[in-house]
T-cell receptor, first 115, second 113 residues
């Protein structure tokens, strides 16, 4: 089975800290995604990457950056954490969506609290 | 722009009932549609994937259908159990943007004993 592993289940950080959220997948997927999930707002795309060193902004990229130096790892970086970035962060991966049979797989999520 | 609506937003049923969750979309140019469940505070678990060319998929007590012409997918759960209580999301892959995914807001299902 595909595994998408997020390095931390819970994180508590202080305002202004630099925060790294790590995501690793073991199925050689080209696509990787970072979402945040907030009550009443659903899942919103922050960034996605379709190949090593390639990245595209999603719907809410402000305050975030990403890094994809290796195919299996996609990192989300909060340069200076703020309280409004308190959220559940979900990483996902999939093969390129061109045949229609490719599944999307999610990690178990990181609940980040910024105090 | 693809829009996805899930109805109802919440559903509470007694154990043993058969139930249907609905997912409507506005743009039929999709690659596939996936149904997920999410338990509170957890990630999303894939239940079923229906490719654009398919009409339905089945897994155990779950059956998902797809009707692109009417822009609808349904998730049928037979003989519901308290362990089925979760939020159910439909996610569509497609559109012109690479990796474009569109999410429904989810249906919160509660199955009480």
């Amino acid at each position: 089975d595909v595994k998408v592993t997020q390095s931390s289940r819970y994180l508590v950080k202080r305002t202004g800290e630099k925060v790294f959220l790590e995501c690793v997948q073991d199925m050689d997927h080209e696509n990787m995604f970072w979402y945040r999930q907030d009550p009443g707002l659903g899942l919103r795309l922050i960034y996605f990457s379709y190949d090593v060193k390639m990245k595209e902004k999603g719907d809410i990229p402000e305050g975030y950056s990403v890094s994809r130096e290796k195919k299996e790892r996609f990192s989300l970086i909060l340069e200076s954490a703020s309280t409004n970035q308190t959220s559940m962060y979900l990483c996902a991966s999939s093969p390129p969506t061109f045949r229609g049979s490719e599944k999307l797989f999610f990690g178990s999520g990181t609940q980040l609290s910024v105090l | 722009k693809q829009e996805v609506t899930q109805i109802p937003a919440a559903l509470s049923v007694p154990e043993g009932e058969n139930l249907v969750l609905n997912c409507s979309f506005t743009d039929s140019a999709i690659y596939n549609l996936q149904w997920f469940r999410q338990d509170p505070g957890k990630g999303l678990t894939s239940l079923l994937l229906i490719q654009s060319s398919q009409r339905e998929q089945t897994s155990g007590r779950l059956n998902a259908s797809l009707d692109k012409s009417s822009g609808r997918s349904t998730l049928y759960i037979a003989a519901s159990q308290p362990g089925d209580s979760a939020t159910y999301l439909c996610i569509l892959a497609g559109g012109t943007s690479y990796g474009k995914l569109t999410f429904g807001q989810g249906t919160i299902l509660t199955v009480h004993p």
